[in-house]
């Protein structure tokens, strides 16, 4: 969070800065002003998140500088530093929009109250934002697909967009990796977010076709320069995280940077129709960029081998003895030179087979030996007992929702079940959301209201407060109104119809 501090005083701005520092808060001091005009000067060029400014201050008052500022960065927190003489300045610039106010001299703890305040605001506002572009690009994905087309309305115009699609190869473990596949592609989209001069981009997830999924994001850039070292960053941090995820087995397909929303939706079908050819590169190493398949599709039947190999590599997870078979005769049928004659291509599509289908890497073997190694491997089919293979972990969604209902009448919060399954809340919230379409308090309510239902038909003595609180609420007031907007009656109304 990038943090500006004007006081006219160099005394406490010294002071605010060595107590910020001593903070142990992801923060960056982008500025120091000694008055009003040179405060709104740093806010245009550095447009910082968390704002110190003092109520009287030279050339142009706190008050006034706080009016003016709201008006180029909008969505950055205000902090007021004040005397005690002065608080009755401070409470106008309550009303004007200010988050907080400090007394001076300022002391730590109240400091860093305010700061975790400002953060907790910024982040509120920039997991709203996010979902706005999620929502917007959605609709463009849809349009996309319709008849009329892409109707881009401009509302992100001057921003650069870009996207990364993660595709997990083919895995008897579908819900393990399709967990950590969520969680790698969230923790992405987080990290680039929050790189340094990144601060106002927009983010969003989806999934968009088969297995993969794709996170796309929107950049306030306007220097080549910028587009260069995000290329960069977007590339270093996505390796950096995806090494903390074990071996998870996942491509990382890039596109371009594109100037407008239309451009990035056409770069993506070009980026799906050319996704097979990703067995020819690394994974989980490097990013793919669009350029590198669009030349390795002219190398002669590179897409036909491609294709070939991850439907064979489906064909083994099907347990489809004789498709495998047939899918290797075929693969002997096409041009040895479109798959040996480059060793670099072919040892990375050695490595493919290898960690879809669990082989040993034969990089290198002839041809004749190679295709003899798949068969061989493929005959372990048969003599392999019904339902082999590695047990699959609980999906973390399910997890939560057989929870809920064995423990829908006590108090649940979504952050101390992400605590206890070792994510974070906008994590969960997201993935509930995204698994089953209504949000987690929206799942937890309907759950309570049914049981509220069952209640009032099985037990007709119990009283509404008593069933109320049988199922998690202790105002019987507010219990009656989620269940008269559930099942549009009152509970005394489900009593009289079965009485």
């Keep these: 969070m990038n943090v500006l501090l ?10 605010l800065r060595s107590m910020l520092e001593e903070l142990n808060v992801p923060i960056r001091i982008v500025g120091e002003a000694q008055n009003g005009e040179q405060m709104l000067e740093m806010v245009r060029a550095h447009s910082p998140d968390l704002i110190f400014v003092d109520i009287r201050m030279p050339k142009l008052d706190g008050l006034e500088a706080i009016r003016r500022g709201k008006l180029i960065t909008p ?15 401070a409470q106008d610039a309550l009303r004007l929009g200010a988050s907080n106010y400090l007394l001076k001299p300022a002391e730590p703890e109240e400091l860093e109250k305010c700061v975790l305040k400002a953060m907790k605001e910024q982040h509120k506002t920039s997991d709203y934002l996010n979902y706005e572009f999620e929502h917007w690009m959605s609709a463009q994905l849809r349009s996309s697909g319709s008849e009329n087309g892409i109707v881009d309305d401009g509302a992100y115009k001057g921003y650069k967009f870009a996207s990364l699609t993660l595709i997990p190869h083919v895995s008897e473990s579908k819900s393990e990796w399709t967990e950590s596949l969520q969680k790698l592609a969230y923790e992405i989209q987080e990290s680039i977010s929050k790189q340094t001069g990144f601060k106002d981009s927009r983010s969003g997830i989806a999934s968009l076709r088969g297995d993969a999924l794709t996170c796309f994001w929107a950049f306030p850039l ?6 260069e070292r995000l290329t ?28 407008d929303s239309a451009t990035l939706l056409r770069e993506m079908d070009e980026l799906r129709a050319l996704s097979p050819l990703r067995v020819f590169f690394p994974f989980r190493s490097s990013c793919i960029r669009i350029e590198d398949l669009r030349r390795q599709s002219v190398s002669p039947h590179a897409r036909d081998v ?3 190999l991850i439907q064979l590599s489906e064909l083994y997870h099907r347990k489809d003895y004789v498709g495998y078979l047939q899918k290797i005769a075929s693969l002997k049928k096409i041009k040895s030179s479109a798959l040996f004659e480059d060793r670099n291509c072919f040892k990375h599509a050695c490595r493919f087979i290898a960690a879809s289908i669990g082989s040993e890497e034969q990089e290198a073997l002839s041809a004749d030996h190679w295709y003899h190694a798949l068969q061989r491997h493929g005959d372990a089919m048969l003599s392999a007992p019904d339902g082999a293979g590695p047990p699959e972990r609980t999906d973390i969604v399910q997890r939560v929702m057989d929870y809920v209902d064995k423990h829908y009448m006590d108090e649940i919060a979504i952050g101390s079940l992400a605590g206890e399954l070792n994510v974070t809340p906008n994590y969960l919230s997201t993935l509930f959301h995204k698994r089953n379409g209504v949000t987690f308090v929206k799942y937890l309510t309907n759950t309570r209201m049914l049981k509220a239902k069952e209640l009032l038909v099985m037990k007709p003595d119990l009283k509404v407060q008593e069933v109320a609180q049988a199922v998690g609420y202790f105002s019987s007031r507010h219990f009656t109104k989620l269940f008269l907007e559930h099942f549009k009656c009152y509970p005394s109304d489900i009593r009289e119809r079965n009485g």
């Design 75 to 89: 969505d950055a927190s205000w902090v007021i530093l004040t005397g005690f003489s002065e608080f009755k300045y």
């Design 6 to 15: 004007a006081d006219d005083e160099r005394l406490v701005r010294s002071s």
């Design 232 to 259: 960069a960053i977007l590339e270093r941090q996505t390796v950096s995280i995806l090494s903390r995820f074990g071996e998870l087995p996942v491509h990382l397909l890039q596109t371009g940077l594109c100037n």
């Design 222 to 227: 306007s220097d080549s320069r910028d587009e």
């Design 306 to 308: 491609a294709d070939q």
